[in-house]
């Protein structure tokens, strides 16, 4: 017994009053559904990919492709942030499609003396562009064997993670990754600071797939699921191949595994309600409570096939069965880990567990616990401590009231919790379309780009997410970017007319873009008037900004870095107000953002921030807290207008926003690298009103903060001591 894992459930609630009986299955559900676990969620997720998968092709000219437990309603704040990168100008097909006249690299899988799901590939032909790392890869690769050359999938992936190992030293240093591991076919990088990994896997395309998965096409399912549409959706998709051989094969340096990545994400973003709420129970009753038998033997991938192949027997998926499926995925789980064996979904003859739960007593243990839980699914479920999602404040409350009332009916509780009106639990579908938007979207900012580019982007998105708010919010984003890109090139030209149309045009993006969010988008705005000069119309602007008494939700910069700890923010920073304040919750904010490019275009203290983006590889942007932002326009223009008395109150007013900012509460991530702009924007309005000591001050705080020699403090430090006399003072 000493050695056995016993997991309690009775430290959180009463077993008494909860079963696993119809009427308790329905409000779970019920419960995991006012947290937004429900298709409506994957339907964002899959809008989310489409963009970020968009942007990067066209921006980037990378194909890749969002996996894992963020597009499946599963993640953590823990979750890897998982990709699949398609290796461009390669592509594998089978010897009797081949086509001769296919560009690029060519590769033909032969299959016959590998084990099933995987394959050798032989080398046809490459490119006559051999500077080219689609092509250098594959010669850096190439093994010969019996008269023919091979494509080494140990080698293919060894050249891969040195390339992406290059590239990563020009983060910035808090984004540093440690050093980039393999993970099965996957470059791992690990993000210490931030508590995550991210994996990347490296597929070459699949012109056709292999033989023995054509059966999927055509297989008797008892359910119809999935019905005859998707199967004509999905059997168009191509499927992939990944540097990682089979463990026990002879050839596993050699070998390459089919993967159906994109068919996988399309099933899922497919299911109903229920389907994708017996996923996250499996999933939490996993991660919680087998894994402290064995972390390595089950993986999600693992509960996905089961959950796959239990799809398309099961007929009922409602809400009154949300408990008894989640039973017979555990049941399945349980006779797959005895036989030691779990088909693959598409590629049957491929065993999931081939090489896994060798040693017995695991089995055994693994097996007993998941028939204790079965005893009580929804007791154990709710006893989990495993945050498996963000935004879960229905569940959690549930689970709060249950242990304060242990002798309480769980349906009256149930029906207590469904009552509850706090904003924070009810999502507002608008503030969270815009915060998806706008991460999303990011991925533009990471590397220079060009108004072509980004019209292409906007024209898929247009054309495929038009009636989403998710496109519409989007699209803003993309004017705005457009709009600075504009106010660049009206500086570049010297033409007079072409300027003034680049001007105008600029004028017409930002204000297209205005409703993005409710106060960074017309920072964008308020950027063309300060080149403009029109000191006015700023000055307008500012009164009507800072005499509001709202409080506004604040997101920063999601899915990046967060400046400043506060959920929320009061333009005239009036601590009166609350959230009850709100003045509509549709409102939201985001950090004012800024590329290399635009170093031409803003104010001066962030030209400093602008040029040390220039030479990075890929990370081309930095971000600004709106309200500092606005302050120090205010600041720019009084010194513009050498108006001396306003310059004194602008920068003790942007002084208590910096302040308001660094001193933020709530659960936002603080992060230098982001946050010691702000004390750089102060010091540098500090050091052009001559006041060299609190300009000192405030550098050396920003270097304290974030020690990189990518810290405009640094240089700024130099100009405020030089400025000051202090080391002539010292040389005397």
């Not at 994400?265 to 991660?287: A, G, S």
């Amino acid at each position: 017994m000493a050695d056995e894992i016993i997991y309690s459930r009775t430290g959180t609630t009463d077993s008494n009053s909860i079963s696993d009986n119809p009427e308790s299955s329905a409000m779970i559900s019920a419960i995991l559904s006012s947290d937004n676990i429900i298709n409506e969620e994957l339907y964002l997720f899959r809008q989310w990919a489409f963009i970020c998968e968009c942007a990067i092709r066209h921006i980037h000219n990378m194909d890749t492709f969002a996996t894992g437990s963020r597009i499946d309603c599963s993640s953590s704040p823990s979750s890897d942030d998982d990709q699949m990168i398609q290796i461009k100008d390669t592509e594998v097909t089978c010897e009797e499609d081949f086509k001769v006249n296919q560009a690029g690299n060519v590769m033909i899988m032969i299959t016959k003396d590998s084990p099933p799901g995987y394959t050798l590939l032989r080398i046809y032909k490459l490119s006559d562009d051999l500077q080219r790392h689609e092509t250098n890869s594959c010669l850096e690769s190439c093994i010969q064997s019996e008269g023919a050359f091979y494509l080494s999938s140990d080698r293919y992936l060894r050249y891969v993670m040195n390339l992406i190992a290059g590239m990563d030293k020009y983060s910035p240093l808090s984004f540093h990754a440690g050093e980039s591991l393999r993970h099965g076919p996957c470059v791992m990088l690990n993000y210490g600071d931030h508590g995550m990994d991210s994996d990347m896997g490296i597929a070459l395309r699949c012109s056709a797939w292999p033989k023995e998965s054509i059966e999927w096409i055509s297989r008797k399912r008892k359910s119809n699921w999935p019905d005859e549409i998707l199967i004509e959706k999905i059997k168009k998709m191509p499927c992939h191949v990944l540097p990682v051989g089979h463990p026990n094969s002879e050839s596993c340096h050699q070998e390459w595994r089919f993967a159906f990545v994109l068919p996988e994400r399309e099933l899922i973003w497919n299911f109903n309600d229920v389907q994708i709420q017996c996923f996250v129970i499996f999933k939490t009753l996993k991660k919680e409570i087998l894994d402290k038998i064995s972390t390595d033997e089950i993986n999600s991938f693992h509960l996905k096939t089961i959950l796959f192949w239990l799809s398309e027997e099961i007929i009922h998926w409602d809400e009154v069965n949300l408990i008894d499926n989640v039973k017979k995925c555990l049941s399945f789980l349980n006779k797959s880990i005895q036989e030691r064996h779990l088909s693959h979904y598409f590629f049957k003859s491929r065993n999931l567990f081939a090489g896994k739960l060798k040693d017995e007593t695991v089995r055994t243990r693994l097996s007993s616990e998941i028939l204790n839980i079965q005893k009580n699914i929804l007791q154990c479920f709710l006893n989990c401590e495993w945050r498996y999602k963000y935004e879960n404040g229905y569940l959690l409350t549930l689970r709060i009231l249950l242990q304060e009332q242990r002798q309480s009916n769980f349906l009256e509780i149930g029906r207590t919790v469904l009552q509850i009106t706090n904003w924070k639990f009810r999502r507002n579908k608008y503030t969270h379309a815009r915060s998806l938007s706008m991460e999303v979207t990011m991925g533009i900012m990471f590397l220079q780009t060009n108004v072509d580019s980004l019209i292409k982007v906007a024209e898929e998105v247009a054309d495929q997410l038009k009636d989403t708010l998710m496109g519409t919010f989007a699209l803003k984003f993309l004017s705005i970017r457009v709009g600075m890109l504009c106010l660049v090139e009206a500086k570049r030209t010297a033409d007079k007319d072409a300027r003034q149309n680049f001007v105008s045009e600029a004028k017409w993006y930002f204000e297209t873009g205005l409703e993005h969010d409710v106060l960074a988008a017309t920072m964008y705005l308020l950027t063309y008037h300060y080149q403009a000069r029109n000191y006015k119309v700023i000055g307008k602007f500012l009164t009507d900004l800072l005499c509001k008494r709202i409080a506004i939700p604040y997101k920063g910069t999601p899915g990046l870095v967060t400046c400043g700890n506060r959920k929320l923010l009061s333009p005239d920073m009036d601590e009166t107000v609350t959230e009850k304040d709100m003045a509509n919750e549709n409102d939201v904010a985001f950090d004012v953002i800024f590329s290399s490019m635009d170093i031409s275009c803003v104010p001066p203290a962030i030209q400093y921030e602008c040029a040390l983006l220039e030479g990075r590889c890929n990370w081309s942007f930095c971000s600004i807290n709106p309200l500092v932002y606005v302050c120090y326009v205010q600041f720019q223009v009084a010194f513009n207008q050498k108006e001396l008395e306003q310059q004194r109150f602008a920068v003790e007013h942007l002084k208590k926003m910096v302040l308001y900012v660094e001193n933020g509460e709530e659960n936002f991530i603080r992060t230098p690298v982001e946050l010691h702009r702000h004390y750089n924007i102060l010091g540098y309005c500090y050091c052009v009103m001559n006041d060299q000591t609190n300009a000192i001050k405030w550098f050396v705080k920003s270097l304290e903060a974030c020690p990189t020699v990518g810290n405009a403090a640094a240089y700024q430090l130099c100009i405020a001591i030089y400025s000051s006399g202090y080391l002539f003072s010292n040389l005397k």
